[in-house]
């Protein structure tokens, strides 16, 4: 790169910065659950072996707090958010929603909460009911008012749609699994149906080519152990021989997966008449990410470690979805003496925010968006 156009770059960012206000730093927050926290997102192994070595949370792939250029924490970089700070984690529900929030606020700092809760409601175990969905518009409620309550003037809460399980079950559950015939054998933990390919990688792992080559008593130990395994993540870590057993299980009923999926659009509909509910509440705006539903997801958006979480890529993508609404918060037209743009003065209301009660005609940050790659 020639002299001149480091200066010129240089003092590009410099400006930006001093226009965005530094030294206001900012931080992210993130509610949540293991869609937050990039369960299983590792899905790029190429054995049987490796990828039960990459079963777990990939935080650094989470759309909302990963490190990653197209994560939502690095998106705002320019906008003067210097950290992010989360208190999601696997299986929370919307009743967990005011807990994490209280835990987020806890330290002074941040000014955007991104939530990302729904989808364990959805999903439930063979047999057991849907929750209320009055009492999870109590949670929403709790949670909406502590937050705008909480946060400083100006600040955003940004709540994100539930995707559409019913969607995922019809993409995944043709697909081959590294473990199993297929993600429907893996989802009903169909122990007959373990792959021998991989019982094989698995059995020359723990005990050497030649013994499993040569000694089946060795590849029924293996077989005994991946049993056992298994066992062990539905029981301890997922309380659940898998998770969203009502929608993905073969032994769920028609009656079963169509409740889940009425439940699925209405507490989508639900989250967004909520947000418009709370908007503007204390000087808080609250938006709903809109399109996570109706979003058709390709294989390679799904993990093939669980046939159920986003993959890496999907995380990707899932931040693309998120970040409009973001980006539309932190660029609408600023006209008022603290920097928040009141009611009266909303861009899609009057876009010269002409009715600023003596401000004159906003400005608005230009930061041009960015189309990101998934990595």
């Known amino acids: 790169m020639m002299i001149w156009q480091l200066l010129v770059r240089t003092t590009f960012t410099l400006l930006f910065v001093l226009a965005m206000g530094a030294g206001q730093a900012e931080e992210l927050g993130a509610i949540g659950d293991s869609i ?5 997102a590792d899905d790029v192994c190429g054995d049987a072996v490796e990828c039960i070595e990459n079963i777990g949370e990939d935080w650094g792939y ?23 700070r989360t208190a999601a984690y696997n299986g929370a529900e919307w009743d967990d929603a005011l807990a994490q929030a209280q835990e987020l606020m806890a330290v002074p700092g941040v000014s955007l909460v991104v939530i990302e809760l729904g989808g364990n409601d959805v999903c439930q175990g063979l047999g057991e009911p849907l ?14 008012t502590y937050l705008t309550d909480t946060l400083p003037s100006g600040g955003h809460v940004v709540v994100a749609e539930v995707p559409d399980v019913s969607r995922l079950r019809e993409i995944m559950r043709f697909q081959p699994h590294f473990l199993f015939s297929s993600c429907q054998a893996l989802w009903d933990l169909d122990y007959d ?6 019982v094989m990688d698995v059995c020359e792992d723990m005990y050497g080519e030649w013994l499993c080559d040569n000694v089946s008593e060795f590849r029924d130990l293996t077989r005994e152990w991946l049993e056992e395994l298994l066992e062990w993540l539905s029981e301890d870590v997922f309380d659940d021989p898998f998770p969203c057993a009502n929608v993905l299980n073969s032994a769920s009923t028609e009656e079963a997966r169509a409740a889940a999926a009425q439940f699925n659009q209405k507490l989508n509909g639900l989250l967004a008449r909520k947000a418009r509910e709370y908007t503007d509440r204390n000087g808080v705006r609250v938006l709903l990410a809109g399109g ?3 979003h058709p997801y390709a294989v390679d958006e799904v993990s093939g470690l669980d046939c159920f979480h986003p993959s890496r890529g999907g995380q990707a993508y899932l931040a693309n979805l998120i970040w409009p609404a973001i980006y539309d918060a932190l660029t609408e037209p600023d006209c008022s003496a603290d920097g928040y743009c009141n009611p009266d003065c909303r861009r899609s209301a009057d876009p010269d925010c002409k009715k600023g009660k003596g401000q004159g005609k ?13 990595e």
């Open 362 to 374: 906003a400005q608005t940050r230009t930061l041009p968006i960015v189309q990101q790659t998934p």
């Open 62 to 84: 989470s759309f909302v707090t990963g490190v990653q250029s197209w994560s939502v924490r690095s998106r705002l970089l320019p906008f003067g958010f210097s950290s992010a």
């Open 193 to 198: 149906a373990l792959s021998d390919d991989a």
């Open 292 to 294: 996570i539903y109706d």
């Open 131 to 144: 929750p209320s969905l009055d009492v999870i518009e109590m949670h929403i409620d709790q949670t909406l």
């Open 36 to 40: 937050s926290t990039a369960m299983d």
